[in-house]
Protein backbone atom coordinates (compact mmCIF):
# COMPACT_ATOMS: atom_id res chain seq x y z
CA UNK A 1 0.00 0.00 0.00
CA UNK A 2 0.85 3.52 -0.92
CA UNK A 3 -0.76 4.82 2.31
CA UNK A 4 -1.38 8.46 2.14
CA UNK A 5 0.24 10.49 -0.70
CA UNK A 6 0.01 14.32 -1.58
CA UNK A 7 0.65 16.12 -4.64
CA UNK A 8 2.38 18.21 -4.91
CA UNK A 9 5.13 18.54 -2.42
CA UNK A 10 6.07 21.92 -3.02
CA UNK A 11 4.13 25.19 -4.03
CA UNK A 12 4.70 28.07 -4.69
CA UNK A 13 1.90 30.95 -5.52
CA UNK A 14 0.73 34.50 -6.88
CA UNK A 15 -1.62 36.33 -4.31
CA UNK A 16 -5.07 35.76 -5.68
CA UNK A 17 -3.81 32.83 -7.16
CA UNK A 18 -5.99 29.08 -7.09
CA UNK A 19 -4.69 25.71 -6.65
CA UNK A 20 -5.68 22.43 -5.41
CA UNK A 21 -4.05 20.03 -3.18
CA UNK A 22 -4.11 16.38 -4.03
CA UNK A 23 -4.46 13.88 -1.08
CA UNK A 24 -5.24 10.25 -1.78
CA UNK A 25 -4.84 7.06 0.23
CA UNK A 26 -5.31 3.03 -0.46
CA UNK A 27 -6.13 1.57 2.53
CA UNK A 28 -9.71 2.28 1.80
CA UNK A 29 -10.72 4.67 5.21
CA UNK A 30 -13.97 6.48 5.61
CA UNK A 31 -12.46 9.37 7.65
CA UNK A 32 -10.06 11.72 6.06
CA UNK A 33 -8.71 15.21 7.30
CA UNK A 34 -6.97 18.71 6.10
CA UNK A 35 -4.67 20.04 8.34
CA UNK A 36 -2.41 23.02 8.11
CA UNK A 37 1.07 23.38 10.33
CA UNK A 38 2.27 26.68 10.71
CA UNK A 39 6.03 26.93 12.21
CA UNK A 40 6.88 25.75 15.75
CA UNK A 41 3.00 25.47 15.93
CA UNK A 42 0.73 21.69 16.17
CA UNK A 43 -1.73 20.85 13.44
CA UNK A 44 -5.05 22.89 12.76
CA UNK A 45 -7.96 20.87 10.78
CA UNK A 46 -9.16 22.73 7.94
CA UNK A 47 -11.90 19.76 7.16
CA UNK A 48 -12.41 16.89 7.32
CA UNK A 49 -14.78 13.75 5.48
CA UNK A 50 -16.24 10.88 7.24
CA UNK A 51 -17.40 9.06 3.97
CA UNK A 52 -17.96 10.03 0.29
CA UNK A 53 -19.95 12.96 -0.30
CA UNK A 54 -20.03 13.74 3.33
CA UNK A 55 -17.63 17.06 4.02
CA UNK A 56 -17.31 19.08 7.14
CA UNK A 57 -15.69 22.22 8.48
CA UNK A 58 -12.85 22.09 11.37
CA UNK A 59 -11.43 24.72 13.11
CA UNK A 60 -9.41 26.92 10.52
CA UNK A 61 -12.02 26.19 7.04
CA UNK A 62 -11.60 30.42 5.11
CA UNK A 63 -10.40 30.54 2.21
CA UNK A 64 -10.52 26.38 1.75
CA UNK A 65 -13.00 23.63 -0.12
CA UNK A 66 -13.20 20.86 -0.26
CA UNK A 67 -15.31 17.32 -1.99
CA UNK A 68 -15.34 14.02 -1.39
CA UNK A 69 -16.40 12.37 -4.37
CA UNK A 70 -14.64 8.73 -4.48
CA UNK A 71 -13.34 7.26 -1.07
CA UNK A 72 -9.84 7.79 -1.94
CA UNK A 73 -9.96 11.28 -2.88
CA UNK A 74 -10.03 14.19 -1.17
CA UNK A 75 -8.87 17.48 -2.42
CA UNK A 76 -8.28 20.69 -0.97
CA UNK A 77 -8.93 23.85 -3.03
CA UNK A 78 -7.52 27.21 -2.12
CA UNK A 79 -9.54 30.45 -3.95
CA UNK A 80 -7.88 33.46 -3.82
CA UNK A 81 -4.42 32.75 -2.49
CA UNK A 82 -3.43 35.08 0.38
CA UNK A 83 0.13 35.38 2.32
CA UNK A 84 -1.80 34.33 5.57
CA UNK A 85 -2.10 30.98 3.85
CA UNK A 86 1.43 30.23 3.70
CA UNK A 87 1.84 26.91 5.22
CA UNK A 88 2.33 22.88 5.48
CA UNK A 89 -0.61 21.17 4.64
CA UNK A 90 -1.41 17.94 5.74
CA UNK A 91 -3.79 15.33 4.81
CA UNK A 92 -4.38 12.23 7.03
CA UNK A 93 -6.82 9.17 7.01
CA UNK A 94 -8.57 6.97 9.53
CA UNK A 95 -10.79 3.71 9.69
CA UNK A 96 -12.95 5.52 11.60
CA UNK A 97 -16.06 4.38 13.47
CA UNK A 98 -15.93 0.65 15.00
CA UNK A 99 -12.41 0.54 14.19
CA UNK A 100 -9.37 2.35 14.83
CA UNK A 101 -8.85 6.26 14.85
CA UNK A 102 -4.95 6.17 14.14
CA UNK A 103 -4.75 8.85 11.36
CA UNK A 104 -2.36 7.94 8.82
CA UNK A 105 -0.45 10.94 7.30
CA UNK A 106 0.61 12.07 4.33
CA UNK A 107 4.32 13.89 3.42
CA UNK A 108 2.68 17.63 3.47
CA UNK A 109 2.54 20.02 1.05
CA UNK A 110 4.69 22.94 1.54
CA UNK A 111 2.71 26.25 0.24
CA UNK A 112 4.23 29.71 -0.08
CA UNK A 113 2.45 32.77 -1.25
CA UNK A 114 3.79 35.71 -1.83
CA UNK B 1 -7.03 29.00 23.70
CA UNK B 2 -6.08 25.48 22.54
CA UNK B 3 -8.21 22.57 24.88
CA UNK B 4 -4.76 20.72 24.59
CA UNK B 5 -1.22 22.12 25.60
CA UNK B 6 2.09 20.89 26.50
CA UNK B 7 3.92 22.05 29.44
CA UNK B 8 7.46 21.63 28.09
CA UNK B 9 8.04 23.06 24.32
CA UNK B 10 11.91 21.78 24.12
CA UNK B 11 13.05 18.39 26.31
CA UNK B 12 16.80 17.77 25.93
CA UNK B 13 18.31 14.38 27.33
CA UNK B 14 21.01 12.03 27.04
CA UNK B 15 20.85 8.84 25.27
CA UNK B 16 19.98 6.34 27.17
CA UNK B 17 17.69 8.44 29.97
CA UNK B 18 13.97 7.77 30.00
CA UNK B 19 12.22 10.70 28.66
CA UNK B 20 9.07 12.28 29.97
CA UNK B 21 6.40 14.47 27.48
CA UNK B 22 3.63 15.96 29.14
CA UNK B 23 0.27 17.34 27.81
CA UNK B 24 -2.68 18.71 29.48
CA UNK B 25 -6.26 18.68 28.01
CA UNK B 26 -9.15 20.78 29.19
CA UNK B 27 -12.24 18.95 27.68
CA UNK B 28 -13.02 16.24 30.58
CA UNK B 29 -15.29 14.86 27.33
CA UNK B 30 -12.48 13.29 25.07
CA UNK B 31 -12.47 10.01 25.56
CA UNK B 32 -9.44 9.14 23.33
CA UNK B 33 -5.62 10.44 23.05
CA UNK B 34 -3.18 9.45 20.89
CA UNK B 35 0.90 10.56 20.64
CA UNK B 36 2.21 11.36 17.34
CA UNK B 37 5.93 11.82 16.44
CA UNK B 38 6.81 14.10 14.13
CA UNK B 39 10.42 13.88 12.03
CA UNK B 40 11.42 17.28 10.53
CA UNK B 41 10.09 17.39 7.21
CA UNK B 42 7.86 14.33 7.54
CA UNK B 43 3.91 14.00 8.70
CA UNK B 44 3.02 12.66 12.27
CA UNK B 45 3.59 9.26 12.80
CA UNK B 46 1.71 7.48 15.33
CA UNK B 47 2.87 5.81 18.16
CA UNK B 48 0.16 5.00 20.73
CA UNK B 49 -3.35 5.61 21.90
CA UNK B 50 -5.17 4.90 24.97
CA UNK B 51 -8.84 5.72 25.74
CA UNK B 52 -10.23 7.16 28.55
CA UNK B 53 -11.49 3.93 30.48
CA UNK B 54 -7.55 3.21 31.22
CA UNK B 55 -5.08 4.81 33.14
CA UNK B 56 -1.86 3.20 31.21
CA UNK B 57 -0.88 1.51 28.57
CA UNK B 58 2.44 0.36 27.18
CA UNK B 59 3.63 0.15 23.89
CA UNK B 60 7.19 -0.91 22.71
CA UNK B 61 9.58 1.40 25.05
CA UNK B 62 6.77 3.96 25.76
CA UNK B 63 3.96 4.06 28.03
CA UNK B 64 1.30 6.71 28.05
CA UNK B 65 -0.15 7.50 31.44
CA UNK B 66 -3.73 9.39 31.73
CA UNK B 67 -4.67 11.00 34.64
CA UNK B 68 -8.37 12.03 34.01
CA UNK B 69 -8.66 13.79 37.44
CA UNK B 70 -6.09 16.14 36.48
CA UNK B 71 -6.84 16.21 32.66
CA UNK B 72 -3.76 15.25 32.06
CA UNK B 73 -1.43 12.65 29.95
CA UNK B 74 2.32 11.57 29.82
CA UNK B 75 4.00 9.65 27.23
CA UNK B 76 7.00 8.16 28.53
CA UNK B 77 10.04 6.69 26.70
CA UNK B 78 12.49 3.98 27.89
CA UNK B 79 15.95 3.97 26.88
CA UNK B 80 15.94 7.10 24.80
CA UNK B 81 18.01 6.97 21.41
CA UNK B 82 19.20 9.84 19.08
CA UNK B 83 16.68 8.51 16.25
CA UNK B 84 13.83 9.64 19.31
CA UNK B 85 14.59 13.06 18.45
CA UNK B 86 11.66 14.77 16.71
CA UNK B 87 8.41 16.68 17.82
CA UNK B 88 5.38 14.95 19.89
CA UNK B 89 2.27 15.54 19.76
CA UNK B 90 -0.95 14.77 21.75
CA UNK B 91 -4.29 14.33 19.93
CA UNK B 92 -7.41 14.87 21.90
CA UNK B 93 -10.16 12.93 20.55
CA UNK B 94 -13.42 14.67 20.72
CA UNK B 95 -16.83 12.97 19.59
CA UNK B 96 -18.88 15.35 17.17
CA UNK B 97 -21.65 13.96 15.44
CA UNK B 98 -20.81 10.23 15.69
CA UNK B 99 -16.99 10.60 14.74
CA UNK B 100 -14.12 11.71 16.40
CA UNK B 101 -12.21 15.28 15.69
CA UNK B 102 -8.83 15.34 17.34
CA UNK B 103 -7.19 18.52 18.44
CA UNK B 104 -3.67 18.75 18.69
CA UNK B 105 -1.73 20.67 20.75
CA UNK B 106 1.67 22.72 19.86
CA UNK B 107 3.88 19.86 20.24
CA UNK B 108 7.43 18.91 22.37
CA UNK B 109 10.42 19.03 21.01
CA UNK B 110 12.59 16.33 22.11
CA UNK B 111 16.69 16.37 21.75
CA UNK B 112 18.43 13.40 22.20
CA UNK B 113 22.19 13.56 22.25
CA UNK B 114 24.34 11.32 22.40
Known amino acids: NAGVTQTPKFRILKIGQSMTLQCAQDMNHNYMYWYRQDPGMGLKLIYY???????DKGEVPNGYNVSRSTTEDFPLRLELAAPSQTSVYFC?????????????FGPGTRLTVT | GESVGLHLPTLSVQEGDNSIINCAYSNSASDYFIWYKQESGKGPQFIIDIRSNMDKRQGQRVTVLLNKTVKHLSLQIAATQPGDSAVYFC?????????????FGRGTSLIVHP
Open chain 2, 91 to 103: AENIESGGSYIPT
Open chain 1, 92 to 104: ASTAGWGFSYEQY
Open chain 1, 49 to 55: SVGAGIT
